[in-house]
């Protein structure tokens, strides 16, 4: 890709209107069991209860087991998760939640309905509140690899995550505030760019993260993937975009919006780039 190089970003104003996670697994194979659905939410007043369920079958040829867990986590400023080893964060509903059955076994193709209890027992002092439900299968896979020349077997565990959210009656209908901060490159890579959010409500905020790249020369337009996006409340998250690679030398305009609904914002935000060309 020819050399870009940053000629400033301008923010629009807020315009109104408008999981499965795989958490343990890499190229030595895939997990052999599903779990839908990918988020699960609860609206339930203070002192009360919900129960939502999920379903976890096993796509594999042999009989396993399988557990149930809850655990409390959250996502630091460079948009990564962070897990923490209790659940009493004061924004985890992990202490709060229960799976009936929590262990189980699964012949080959069959599936399980998961219960999930939410006992909201103590005040909620945040809007919103949140926690993974974790799957994880008790039988390792032994997988034989031969990186490097070594021969060996490795057992492979897998663990499928689904993202718990719970909201106070009322909350999930307001408009969230979200913010867009700023829009960088990275420090010696010119090949993407960082979009800065925040979320300064204390809703949790869904929703479509578009891109569009325009050249002002040629008036060409790219539309780079839709991504769904999650942000959760009164935290910062950074988001990398990839820009095209076969970007012709000549000025450009990057456009961002996130799309959380007609009942939210749409936060928009461009940056105005060049691309040099081999002989600049």
Request: no cysteine; aromatic share 8%.
């Amino acid at each position: 890709m020819a050399e870009t190089s940053n000629m400033g970003w301008r923010k629009f104003t807020h315009l109104p209107g408008l999981g499965l996670l795989l958490l343990a697994g890499n190229a030595l194979g895939q997990a052999s069991f599903s779990v839908t659905p990918t988020k699960i939410y609860f609206e339930v007043p203070e002192g009360g209860t919900g129960t939502q369920t999920l379903t976890v079958r096993n796509n594999g040829s042999e009989e396993k087991s399988y557990t149930v867990t809850f655990q409390a986590w959250e996502r630091n400023a460079r948009g990564e998760r962070v897990f923490y080893p209790d659940t009493g964060q004061a924004f985890s509903i992990a202490r709060m939640l229960t799976a009936e059955p929590p262990v189980f076994n699964l012949a080959a193709g069959d599936s399980q309905v998961i219960s999930v209890k939410l006992n909201q027992e103590t005040p909620q002092r945040q809007p919103s509140l949140w926690a993974m439900l974790l799957v994880k299968e008790l039988n390792p896979n032994r997988v034989n690899d031969a990186t490097g020349g070594v021969r060996a077997a490795i057992n492979v565990e897998y663990q499928l995550g689904v993202h718990v959210y719970q909201h106070l009656p009322g909350i999930s209908a307001r408009s969230t505030d979200m913010v867009l901060d700023s829009m960088y490159y990275s420090d010696g890579k010119r090949d993407r760019i960082h979009i800065k959010f925040r979320n300064a409500g204390e809703t949790i905020a869904e929703g479509q993260l578009k891109v569009q790249v325009f050249a002002m020369d040629t008036g060409k337009q790219i539309d780079l993937p839709i991504r769904s996006m999650t942000f959760l409340p009164n935290r910062e998250r950074t988001i990398s975009v990839m820009l095209p690679q076969d970007l012709e030398p000549g000025d450009y305009t990057l456009t961002v919006a996130f799309d959380s609904g007609f009942q939210s914002d749409l936060v928009v935000g461009d940056l105005y780039f060049q691309v040099a060309g081999q002989s600049d």
